[in-house]
Each structure stands twice: as structure tokens, then as C-alpha cells.
């Protein structure tokens, strides 16, 4: 089946990965900010990895990113 949609840009395309790569990046910002707020509100470390399945060094890693990002 073909499509009869307008051609698709180099330039559409270059936005679309600009969108999806800003999209991820705020992601991972909100989970570590997310993150360092469990652990700051009493969370314990074994707590957040049972809930999210991340490594400890992960958790200590994203606690520090979010509170940095606070």
C-alpha cells in the first residue's frame, strides 16, 4: 500500500530526532529528581531498588544527578 502523505525532509527528520533526544533527556531528569525526592522524603536504598529494579550504584548515581538538579 502506498502512502500519498506529503514527501518527508532531511529537516523533518533532523526535529524529529532533536524532539526525541530532548524528550528522553527530560526523562531521565524527572526520574532523577524523582529518585533523590524518595530517598530525601526517608526512602531507604533497599526500597527504591525493590520498586524500580535499578543497581545500588544506579540509585546513588541518580539521587546525586537529581539533587544537583533541584
Not at 18 to 33: D, F, G, M, T, V
Amino acid at each position: 500500500m502506498r502512502h500519498t502523505w506529503g514527501m518527508v525532509t532531511e529537516a523533518e527528520l533532523r526535529a524529529l530526532d532533536a524532539q526525541y533526544k530532548r524528550a528522553i533527556k527530560e526523562a531521565e531528569n524527572q526520574r532523577a529528581i524523582t529518585i533523590a525526592r524518595a530517598v530525601d522524603h526517608g526512602w531507604t536504598q533497599k526500597d527504591v531498588i525493590a520498586a524500580t529494579g535499578y543497581s545500588r550504584e544506579t540509585i546513588r548515581r541518580l539521587t546525586a544527578e537529581g539533587r544537583a538538579a533541584q
